[in-house]
C-alpha cells in the first residue's frame, strides 16, 4: 500500500508539473507582440496603403493577431530621414521607409532601392533580391552598422522623369531642375539637369511656384499628390526603376519573438509582398491613364536615346560600385543578372 501511495504521489507530482508547464507553453504562445510602427509616405501613396497596409495587415492575420501594430504616421514619432537611428535605438520597433534618405550612412543604399535603368518589373527585383543573394548583400550593410533586421519591400514602381516643360529627347533636359534623391540625383546631372531635394510634402509648392523644373518621381505618386497638373512630359519608357525600400526592426524585438513569429514576418515580406507590388502597379497603370487624360505626353524613348541613357546610367554604377565592399558586391550581381537577361555585354 505504501508503494502504491508512493507512486500515486509521483504521479501527482509529475501531473502538475506537467500542467504547469503546459500553463506556461500556453501563456508563452498567447503572447501579443506590441510593435511601434512607423510609415516614411502620407496615406494617400500606395507605398502606404499597399505595401505597407498589406504587410500590417497580413502579419497581424497571419499571426492570429499575437503581433499587433501601432501605426503612426510619417514623422510622428520620428523624421523620416531619422527613422534608421530611431529603430536602432528603439524609439520604434518597425519603420517602412526607402534607402535613398540614408545614403549618407549606408552608401549601399543606392543599390538597394535600384539602380537607375537596371530593373524594369517588379520580378526582376525580386530575382535580385531572393535569387542572386543581393538581400544578404544589404541586410549585411544596414545590420552590420545598426542594431536592426533588415527586410526588402518590393514595390514595382513607374519611375519616370516628368517635366513642366515640354521635352521630346533627353538632350530637352539639359539645364533643367529636377528633384531627384540619392543615385537619380547623380543620374539627372548626368543627363545634364541639375538636382535638388525637396520633401515630398513641399513637391506641390514647388511646382507651382517653379522652383524646380520637373522631378524623377513615381507616376502613382505624382497623380495621388496632384503633381500632374503642373506636368507637360514624362518619360515612362524606358521605366528608370522599379525599386524596393525596406522594413527595419530593432534587432532585440526581432530576437524577442518566437520563431514562428518570425516566420510569419519572413512570408509576409517574401510572399504576401509580391502581391501588394502587382496591386501597386495597377495602380500605376491607373495613374498613367490619369495623366494621359489630364493632357501630360508619355514619352517613349526611341531606341538610340535608350541605349544612350543606358550607358550614362551604368557608367553611374561603377561609380556607385566603388563605394564600399559591399556596394560592390551588389552592383556585381546587377550587373549579372543584365547580362543574364541580355541587356549588357
Request: proline residues 3%; neutral net charge.
Amino acid at each position: 500500500m505504501k508503494a502504491i501511495g508512493k507512486m500515486t504521489a509521483l504521479t501527482i507530482a509529475l501531473a502538475m508539473a506537467a500542467a504547469l508547464l503546459f500553463g506556461q507553453q500556453a501563456v508563452a504562445a498567447e503572447k501579443v507582440y506590441r510593435l511601434k510602427f512607423q510609415h516614411s509616405y502620407p496615406p494617400t501613396l500606395s507605398f502606404y496603403n499597399k505595401t505597407g497596409a498589406n504587410f500590417i495587415k497580413r502579419v497581424e492575420e497571419w499571426s492570429n493577431g499575437r503581433i499587433k501594430f501601432q501605426v503612426f504616421e510619417a514623422g510622428a514619432v520620428a523624421s523620416v530621414p531619422g527613422m534608421l537611428e530611431a529603430v536602432h535605438n528603439g524609439i520604434l520597433d518597425v519603420s517602412q521607409s526607402w534607402g535613398g534618405f540614408y545614403v549618407g550612412v549606408v552608401p549601399e543604399a543606392d543599390v538597394e532601392t535600384g539602380l537607375p535603368m537596371a530593373w524594369d518589373e517588379a520580378y526582376e527585383v525580386y530575382d535580385a533580391y531572393y535569387n542572386r543573394g543581393l538581400r544578404d548583400v544589404i541586410s549585411h550593410a544596414y545590420e552590420s552598422r545598426f542594431n536592426v533586421k533588415h527586410f526588402p519591400a518590393i514595390i514595382s514602381m513607374k519611375y519616370a522623369i516628368s517635366t513642366s516643360k515640354p521635352v521630346n529627347s533627353l538632350s530637352d533636359l539639359k539645364g533643367l531642375k529636377l528633384r531627384a534623391i540619392g543615385a537619380y540625383g547623380e543620374f539627372a546631372r548626368d543627363l545634364g539637369a541639375s538636382a535638388t531635394v525637396i520633401p515630398g510634402a513641399e513637391l506641390f509648392t514647388a511646382l507651382q511656384l517653379g522652383t524646380i523644373d520637373g522631378l524623377i518621381y513615381d507616376a502613382e505618386a505624382i497623380v495621388a499628390q496632384g503633381l500632374d497638373k503642373f506636368l507637360k512630359t514624362s518619360i515612362v519608357s524606358p521605366n528608370l526603376n522599379a525599386g524596393a525600400g525596406q522594413w527595419l526592426i530593432n534587432r532585440k524585438v526581432w530576437d524577442s519573438l518566437p520563431k514562428d513569429l518570425q516566420q510569419v514576418i519572413e512570408d509576409a515580406v517574401q510572399y504576401g509582398n509580391m502581391a501588394s507590388a502587382m496591386s501597386y502597379r495597377a495602380s500605376a497603370e491607373v495613374s498613367l491613364g490619369t495623366m494621359r487624360g489630364n493632357g501630360v505626353n508619355l514619352l517613349t524613348l526611341p531606341k538610340e536615346q535608350v541605349a544612350e541613357a543606358r550607358e550614362i546610367a551604368q557608367g553611374l554604377w561603377d561609380k556607385i560600385a566603388s563605394r564600399s565592399a559591399d556596394s560592390a558586391k551588389g552592383v556585381a550581381i546587377v550587373k549579372q543578372q543584365m547580362r543574364d537577361y541580355g541587356r549588357m555585354k
